[in-house]
Each structure stands twice: as C-alpha cells, then as structure tokens.
C-alpha cells in the first residue's frame, strides 16, 4: 500500500502544474493583445503603448461571460505578463460561476465562510473559495467581495509575492 501511494505522489508531483486561465488568457504569461482583446472584449488604456511599466487601473477595460453572467474585466500586467485577472459580476451568479470553476480545477483548497457588510450596512453571508496550484498561482471566488459584487480573481505567483512585498514596504515607511 505505500508502495503505491509512492508511486502515485510521485506522479502528481512530476505532472506540469496547470495555469489558471479566464477564456485562455493564462496569469504569469506574455501579453498576446490580440487574445486579450477576444477574450475580453478588451479596450486598452493609452498607457499601454508602454508595456515595460506596471499598469493596473490604467491597462483598459473589457467584459466576459463567465456561466451565464456578464462580468467586468480587469487587469494587472507587469513587464509584459499578465499578473492578475479580476471579474466583477452581480452575486446571484456565484453558485453557477463555483460549479464551472470546480468542474474545471475541482474542489477548491479552501473554503471561508463569514460576513461582509454593504454600504447600507445590511450583514451578507460571505463565501470565498480558492484554489492554488503547484506554480504557487491563486485563484479565489468570492460571492461578495465588496459588499456589491461578487468577484473572480486569478492572481500568478509573482503578483503575490509582489504585493506581500509592497505590503511589507509601506509598513515600514
């Protein structure tokens, strides 16, 4: 019995990690514009002429379906890689948006329950799910990221690590 169970761990660990993607758009890889722009119905910010700088608001913006909902797009790209995807679409569609993500990567790694608090102060049931892959990418789903919206984030490693360091930067200022 270890003896398989060896075996089998050895072959997960030796298998490509996977990329998370929204409509093949992978986080941690070159920017195809041409791709992005199909994907997403994607309009690029003016400021992107200049794809060597760090660009988060300013990249443009698009939208997407995602399991029947329409959901706003943004990105993140940092020397010429997309780090980050965000969809924002209405909390009605996080059931059906969770059972494609969980077709697709299966079940998450982990799963949080707790509160989140509109504007008006009405008191929301919160899910977050997220799964991360061995590249050390994340991946998190969130019925009501904001209080208003629920929302879709892949994040790559590098993105991570870049905003645990910046974190870390602005404390010690």
């Known amino acids: 019995m270890n003896l398989r169970f060896l ?57 997407a379906m995602i399991a029947g909902a329409t959901a706003d797009i943004g990105l993140t790209i940092e020397h010429q890689a997309v780090q980050e995807i965000r969809a924002t679409f209405q909390p009605i569609f996080f059931d059906a948006i969770s059972a494609a993500v969980t077709a697709k990567y299966g079940k998450p790694t982990q799963t949080l329950h707790g509160k989140a608090q509109t504007v008006a102060g009405a008191q929301l049931s919160q899910i977050i799910e997220t799964w991360r892959n061995a590249a050390g990418d994340e991946l998190v789903l969130a019925n009501f990221a ?5 929302a879709l984030t892949l994040t790559s490693k590098a993105e991570i690590e870049g905003k645990a360091a910046r974190t870390k930067k602005a404390g010690e200022i």
């Open 7 to 63: 075996i089998l761990a050895a072959l997960v660990a030796a298998s490509p990690a996977f990329a998370f993607d929204l409509k093949g758009v992978d986080v941690g890889h070159p920017v195809d514009p041409a791709q992005i722009k199909a994907a997403f119905n994607f309009h690029f910010g003016s400021d992107m002429e200049s794809t060597q700088s760090r660009c988060v608001t300013s990249c443009g913006w698009g939208f």
């Open 146 to 150: 904001d209080g208003a919206h629920g």
